[in-house]
């Protein structure tokens, strides 16, 4: 039903969320994380869901559960969002299923991120390359909780979302709860237009969003944020890498940026992969902290995007060798 209902995840990452149901029933699951942390600053549309529909937050982690066979679920919030824990902690008492509980994590970017989440709660680390699932976890945003509790329970496939319309570019910035295909321009407009400080646009957050150059785009399962800014403070040239170990010392995978730079560089593949290209999260805390400001996750971005294209281009000479051989045979 879930497949059906057209249910994805809402953190972001828009993975169907029947298939990840499906993988984690072949694993030996512990715990439900419904993750209520902000993936990005600016973000609030999981914070006015928890607080504004709790008791679906609660429904959701019940059929997932059920869908999982589990005893227990954890609803994950930043400390810093009381209102929602208030919420949350009410409905929870209303409904009274113990097999859920609060779990209350510090308010630091980007504790949001799933393998982050689970060795906040848990304890446990996802390894490298591996998904939550191999610690005996699974992590659904609170949004998929209450899309999943929206279908089962009334109906209402997934044809809409709360998103985050913010910045010092829109008048009167608030949560909105949009339709899919309705366009950034009536969204902007809702929310009584652009001041005389827009600048630039971009859908998601600061850090994952992507710029737009018109606002004529329209809201999909995907778009967490509309943020409107200003123009962004030039932060000078790039300068060459000092070897200050700043960037490595913020890095919430422990990974080593101005090595991975270094790499990426090179167009160095194999060394890229050895020093975990793959398991960085493009959080942008490396280039934050930067004294020569290297634009480092946008290397790391691209590094990324060339090791897949050589990845599928490997794979489509596998089939159509596999398929040359086939002919042959016949
Ligand atoms: S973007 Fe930088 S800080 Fe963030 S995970 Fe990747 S290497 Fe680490
Ligand atoms: S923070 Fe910048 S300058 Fe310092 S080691 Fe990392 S990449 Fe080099």
Excluded at 168 to 181: D, I, K, S, T, Y
Excluded at 203 to 217: A, H, L, Q, Y
Excluded at 304 to 319: P, S, T, V
Aim: proline share 6%.
């Amino acid at each position: 039903m879930i497949l059906q209902g057209g249910i994805v995840g809402l953190g972001g990452a828009v993975f169907p969320t029947a298939q990840k149901l499906l993988q984690a029933n072949t694993c030996e699951i512990d715990y439900l994380l419904l993750n209520g942390v902000e993936c990005e600053p600016y973000i609030s549309c999981d914070d006015v869901l928890m607080r504004e529909r709790a008791r679906e937050v609660i429904g959701g982690a019940q059929i997932l559960m059920h869908a999982l066979g589990l005893d227990v679920s954890y609803i994950v919030i930043e400390s810093d969002k009381p209102e929602a824990v208030k919420a949350l902690g009410v409905a929870l008492g209303e409904i009274g299923d113990e097999r859920i509980v609060l779990k209350q994590v510090p308010t630091i970017y980007p504790s949001g991120g799933e393998d982050q989440l689970v060795q906040l709660v848990t304890k446990r680390e996802v390894p490298s390359g591996g998904l939550p699932t191999d610690v005996g976890c699974l992590v659904q945003n609170v949004g998929t909780a209450v899309a999943v509790y929206d279908w089962i329970e009334n109906h209402e496939p997934l044809i809409s979302r709360v998103t985050t319309v913010t910045g010092n570019g829109v008048a009167r910035p608030m949560n909105v709860r949009a339709r899919f295909g309705t366009t950034v321009a009536d969204i902007v407009n809702f929310v009584g237009g652009y001041t005389e400080h827009a600048r630039q646009l971009i859908i998601g957050g600061p850090m994952f969003g992507r710029s737009v150059t018109t606002d004529r785009v329209p809201i999909v399962k995907a778009s967490n944020c509309v943020l409107v800014m200003s123009e962004a403070p030039d932060p000078g040239p790039e300068m060459p890498c000092i070897r200050c170990g700043e960037c490595a010392e913020v890095c919430p995978i422990r990974l080593l940026p101005q090595q991975l730079f270094w790499y990426a560089c090179a167009d160095d593949e194999k060394k890229l992969r050895i020093h975990g290209l793959t398991d960085c999260i493009e959080c942008g805390c490396c280039d934050l902290v930067c004294p020569s400001h290297i634009p480092l996750t946008h290397n790391f971005r691209v590094a990324k995007g060339r090791i897949q294209e050589l990845a599928d281009e490997k794979a489509r000479a596998e089939r159509a060798h596999r398929a040359g051989q086939t002919r042959a045979r016949s």
